[in-house]
């Protein structure tokens, strides 16, 4: 019923984050809990005594005390008054992590609506970490060292702390410990329990192993441009490509890329033996892989694949029409050129191959002002992927 809360559903509507964000600012100002404009003026009338409305109303009001300021410290939650009481002090408790869930618990479903949260999908008391799920071993594999040896992941390590601490704080309960002895193992579970979530909290410790390195823990495993997300799920790895450095070469045309001849002679393109081209492919077979040009692979019709790197005699290999030859990149091969970032479809283009010498991708310096890859002036590194089948070319 509140003018102001039905002001803000409306601004709001369809912007949780937003929402959330006026009820902060409408409820920082007040220092005191209590009711709303409604409530207070019925409040200031005399209601006969057997008025049930009243008392369901009053029984909505506010409690009339004053409110703490929240104030965070490491891993744990003060409440602070900052009013004088009767001896003088500024009053100071710790909130525990029990209390909060039952503070979070209190909140009705039409509160969290209000604080911009689905109580479907997102209550209040569900951020309050009770149980705590195991990782499965596939996300923490144990490394074989020499022989026998197993050196196990940081998470396996992180986890066997947190069995340990929570079977001493069991015990400890079951014996009548000191207040401070189970306040102190209580602080060492939660520390486990945020280290292995996030090794970089501020104001925390870091967790180290015994060599003294920092342990990777779950946020580290994600975050960053080597992370699960962005190095391994958005990162693309592909084969028959290569990376170096940019640099001009005005000798060359404008659809042509100048690449290194080391990089040649480890991509490969496979061409189909026909009549027209089974003599020029036997010479690069006879060749083998340790001279350029030459050939890595022949694939038989029937499937089978012969490595020339490892084939004693190269020479003794008798090509047959049908069968495909990986040859080293030549003159003429037609390739992807990719600069990075891949804004869009024109960062990627094609060009004719010249093998050239040194170890740098080379382009025509029009070549910048024409097509959209747009290198930069300092040494960008791009990208080239072989275009290894005849109707990708087409």
């Not at 196990?152 to 066997?160: I, M, N, P, V």
């Not at 069995?163 to 939660?190: C, F, P, S, T, Y």
């Not at 036997?282 to 340790?290: A, C, D, I, K």
């Amino acid at each position: 019923n509140n003018p102001k809360i039905k002001d803000i559903l409306g601004k709001s509507k369809g912007q949780p984050k937003k929402r959330l964000t006026h009820v902060y600012d409408l409820c920082k100002g007040k220092n005191i809990c209590e009711g709303g404009e409604e409530m207070d003026h019925k409040f200031g009338v005399e209601q006969p005594e057997g008025d049930e409305d009243l008392a369901k109303e009053k029984g909505h009001g506010g409690c009339g005390r004053y409110q703490p300021r929240i104030r965070r410290s490491g891993l744990e939650l003060y409440a602070e008054w900052k009013h004088v009481n009767e001896d003088s002090q500024e009053k100071k408790i710790l909130l525990s992590p029990e209390r909060v869930h039952e503070i979070f618990k209190r909140i009705s479903d039409e509160e969290c609506f209000v604080l911009g949260m689905d109580p479907k999908f997102a209550r209040p008391e569900w951020m309050v970490c009770t149980v705590l799920p195991v990782p499965p071993l596939s996300v923490r594999p144990a490394v074989v060292m020499q022989g026998s040896a197993r050196n196990q992941d940081d998470l396996t390590h992180k986890l066997a702390d947190i069995v340990k601490i929570n079977n001493q704080l069991r015990r400890n309960e079951q014996n009548g410990a000191a207040a401070h002895v189970i306040a102190e193992d209580v602080k060492l579970l939660q520390f486990h329990v945020a280290t292995m979530v996030d090794n970089e909290l501020p104001g925390l410790p870091r967790a180290m192993q015994k060599s003294g390195r920092p342990l990777k823990s779950l946020k580290q495993r994600l975050k960053g441009k080597e992370g699960r997300v962005r190095g391994n799920l958005m990162g693309k790895r592909v084969d028959f490509s290569a990376r170096t450095v940019i640099t001009p070469d005005p000798n060359l045309a404008i659809d042509q890329v100048g690449v290194p001849r080391s990089i040649a002679a480890n991509m490969t393109f496979a061409e189909i033996v026909t009549p027209f081209n089974i003599d020029r492919l036997q010479e690069l077979v006879r060749r083998g892989n340790s001279q350029y040009p030459g050939a890595k692979y022949i694939i038989r019709d029937n499937g089978d694949r012969i490595d020339l790197r490892f084939h004693p005699k190269p020479s003794d290999l008798h090509l047959q029409i049908g069968y495909k030859v990986e040859r080293h990149m030549c003159d003429g091969d037609i390739v992807i050129f990719n600069r990075q970032p891949t804004l869009h479809k024109m960062s990627m283009m094609g060009h004719r191959v010249r093998i050239l010498p040194w170890s740098t991708f080379r382009l025509n310096l029009r070549t910048r002002k024409q097509i959209p890859m747009v290198p930069g002036r300092d040494q960008d590194f791009s990208m080239k992927g072989t275009m290894d089948q005849l109707e990708r070319r087409l």
